[in-house]
T-cell receptor
Framework: ETGVTQTPRHLVMGMTNKKSLKCEQHLGHNAMYWYKQSAKKPLELMFVYSLEERVENNSVPSRFSPECPNSSHLFLHLHTLQPEDSALYLC????????????????FGAGSRLTVL | AQSVTQLGSHVSVSEGALVLLRCNYSSSVPPYLFWYVQYPNQGLQLLLKYTSAATLVKGINGFEAEFKKSETSFHLTKPSAHMSDAAEYFCAVSVSGSARQLTFGSGTQLTVLP
C-alpha cells in the first residue's frame, strides 16, 4: 500500500477512555506530523517528528501523547479527552527539510474523525 | 513572521465559469507558497507550489496561481469549473520552504452549481 494510511477513520470515545490513532507511510519520508483540523479554524500543527525524534510540540495538552517507533509509523495516544478535542486528526509526512527541491511538500492521510462524548 | 489570509470562506460558481480563490500573504522575506485541496472525507493534497522559479505556477486538474509580489497575493484560478472541483482549498506559506514551518489559511469552500 502506498501513501499515508490512517486508522481508524472514525472513533467515538468517552472522556475517560484511552485510545490510539495510527499513521503509516510507505513513501520513504523521514519526517511525520500530526495536525488537528477543527471546523472554521486553520489547521493546527500539533507534533513533528524527524528521524523518530520529536522536534516540535506546539503547546499541546498532555492528554495527547505522540509516539514514533520508526520512520514509517506514528501514533497519537489519547486519554481523558474533552469534548472540545472532537476534530479531524490528520497525519502527514515529508522528505527531509532542506531537500534539493527547495520546498517541502506534505503528503496527508485521509484523517481520523474523533468524537468525544 | 508569516501569515496567510484567504478572502471568502465560501465561494460558489456555476459549472463552466471561472474559478478565482484569493490568498494574500504576509512575510518578511520571499516566501514559498502552496495551494492544497481537500475533497470530502479525504486529507489535503498538493495542487501547486511557488518556489521563486516562475511567477505563474501550473498545478494539477487545470489550476494555476500567479505570485504577485507587489500585491502580496497568490490567487488560485481555473478557467472552467467542473463539478468535481467542489472541495475546500487551503493556501499556505513557509518562509524557509520547510514543511515544519508551514502556516495554513482558514480555507475556502468551493461549491460548483450545475
Amino acid at each position: 500500500e502506498t501513501g499515508v494510511t490512517q486508522t481508524p477513520r472514525h472513533l467515538v470515545m468517552g472522556m475517560t477512555n484511552k485510545k490510539s490513532l495510527k499513521c503509516e507511510q510507505h513513501l520513504g519520508h523521514n519526517a511525520m506530523y500530526w495536525y488537528k483540523q477543527s471546523a472554521k479554524k486553520p489547521l493546527e500543527l500539533m507534533f513533528v517528528y524527524s528521524l523518530e525524534e520529536r522536534v516540535e510540540n506546539n503547546s499541546v495538552p498532555s492528554r495527547f501523547s505522540p509516539e514514533c517507533p520508526n520512520s514509517s509509523h506514528l501514533f497519537l495516544h489519547l486519554h481523558t479527552l474533552q469534548p472540545e478535542d472532537s476534530a479531524l486528526y490528520l497525519c502527514a509526512s515529508s522528505q527531509p527539510w532542506g531537500a534539493p527541491s527547495g520546498a517541502n511538500v506534505l503528503t496527508f492521510g485521509a484523517g481520523s474523525r474523533l468524537t468525544v462524548l | 513572521a508569516q501569515s496567510v489570509t484567504q478572502l471568502g470562506s465560501h465561494v460558489s460558481v456555476s459549472e463552466g465559469a471561472l474559478v478565482l480563490l484569493r490568498c494574500n500573504y504576509s512575510s518578511s522575506v520571499p516566501p514559498y507558497l502552496f495551494w492544497y485541496v481537500q475533497y470530502p472525507n479525504q486529507g489535503l493534497q498538493l495542487l501547486l507550489k511557488y518556489t521563486s522559479a516562475a511567477t505563474l505556477v501550473k498545478g494539477i486538474n487545470g489550476f494555476e496561481a500567479e505570485f504577485k509580489k507587489s500585491e502580496t497575493s497568490f490567487h488560485l484560478t481555473k478557467p472552467s469549473a467542473h463539478m468535481s472541483d467542489a472541495a475546500e482549498y487551503f493556501c499556505a506559506v513557509s518562509v524557509s520552504g520547510s514543511a515544519r514551518q508551514l502556516t495554513f489559511g482558514s480555507g475556502t469552500q468551493l461549491t460548483v452549481l450545475p
